[in-house]
């Protein structure tokens, strides 16, 4: 009797040990699916499962459903339509997070390849989508293609504002397939408010 109590003492502080790294482990990274939880949790994927349940955490499309509304509700300097990808987490002028899932025809002459610019345009997104003004441009960017992205991948994009002067601000913008990063950005992005933008289309109609 006593060993049996002992057993489910044991299995108790575990399930909670297991249930507290869960959280931990989506707060760092919400994308992660129930197998990659299972692999870092060494637990089965219907272990998994269980405990999201229990904890009240949905499975990952409705994550990023939910974490897509919040931060589109943030979203100021592209109109929804005109976002690369699906944007999942923003604070506006400090960071945001995007994601791509990549399709056949995104693929360079007919191989497994992502064509490059692919990768800059999400990048280039969200950069632009992190800047809280009216219309934001790129005015200039310097980037290093590091690794090669194969069409089916899940291409994540986070972007970091960095220093910002006047209307100014350098975003810089990292891609990653999994764990390893296949592209790096430095962007120089400017914001421009409506007014600004209005005055400048009338000046370019005289």
């Known amino acids: 009797m006593l060993i049996s109590r002992e057993v489910n003492s044991i299995r108790s502080t575990n399930?909670?040990?297991?249930?507290?790294?869960?959280?931990?482990?989506?707060?760092?990274?919400?994308?992660?699916?129930?197998?990659?939880l299972s692999d870092r949790l060494d637990a089965s994927?219907?272990?998994?499962?269980?405990?999201?349940?229990?904890?009240?955490?949905p499975e990952l499309r409705e994550r990023m459903k939910l974490m897509a509304q919040e931060a589109t509700s943030k979203l100021r300097s592209l109109k929804q339509e005109e976002v690369i990808g699906e944007l999942l987490e923003l604070e506006p002028d400090k960071w945001a997070l995007s994601m791509i899932q990549t399709r056949k025809d995104m693929d360079f002459r007919h191989t497994d390849l992502v064509w490059d610019h692919y990768i800059y345009s999400h990048a280039s997104s969200v950069a632009i989508a992190v800047v809280q003004a009216d219309l934001v441009i790129v005015s200039s960017m310097r980037g290093n293609y590091k690794a090669h992205a194969r069409v089916g991948d899940v291409l994540t994009a986070r972007a970091k504002v960095g220093i910002h002067k006047g209307n100014r601000y350098i975003v810089s913008v990292r891609t990653r397939v999994g764990n390893e990063e296949i592209f790096v950005g430095r962007f120089i992005v400017s914001a421009i408010d409506q007014g600004e933008n209005m005055f400048a289309e009338r000046s370019a109609s005289l």
């Open 15 to 36: 399930k909670r040990t297991r249930q507290q790294k869960l959280r931990k482990l989506l707060r760092l990274n919400p994308l992660l699916t129930d197998k990659e």
């Open 45 to 57: 994927i219907g272990t998994v499962r269980l405990d999201r349940a229990l904890l009240g955490i």
